[in-house]
């Protein structure tokens, strides 16, 4: 059984970087062909895709985001991370990390926190 685990600050400034690791568990982030997610759901709102990692390390991002959006990977640790940066409010929202074999995901973290407040 696969296991995802977000984790970081749940309080960020604003202009600051906002840094999420999700911890992998029952399966490796190397294994063909799965894909490595960041998706975040703010207030009232649906879900964004933020970018993903695949099995191969390599990366791709949300155009709208993608200027200020880093996600790497430690595969000794079996964990990847998103970092946004220049966050404001507006980055205020649930966090999920989530794996897929596309097109479907089929496991998600339990979600994050993260508020992007002075």
């Known amino acids: 059984q696969v296991q995802l685990q977000e984790s970081g600050p749940g309080l960020v400034k604003p202009s600051q970087t906002l840094s999420l690791t999700c911890t992998v568990s029952?399966?490796?982030?190397?294994?063909?062909?799965?894909?490595w997610s960041w998706i975040r759901q703010p207030p009232g709102k649906g879900l964004e895709w933020i970018g993903y990692?695949?099995?191969?390390?390599?990366?791709y991002y949300s155009p709208s985001l993608k200027s200020r959006t880093s996600i790497s990977r430690d595969t000794s640790k079996n964990q990847f991370t998103l970092q946004l940066s220049s966050v404001t409010p507006e980055d205020t929202a649930v966090y999920y990390c989530?794996?897929?074999?596309?097109?479907?995901?089929?496991?998600w973290g339990q979600g994050t926190q993260v508020t992007v407040s002075s």
């Open positions: 029952g399966g490796s982030i190397t294994t063909n062909y799965y894909y």
């Open positions: 989530a794996r897929s074999e596309p097109p479907e995901y089929d496991y």
């Open positions: 990692i695949a099995y191969s390390g390599s990366t």
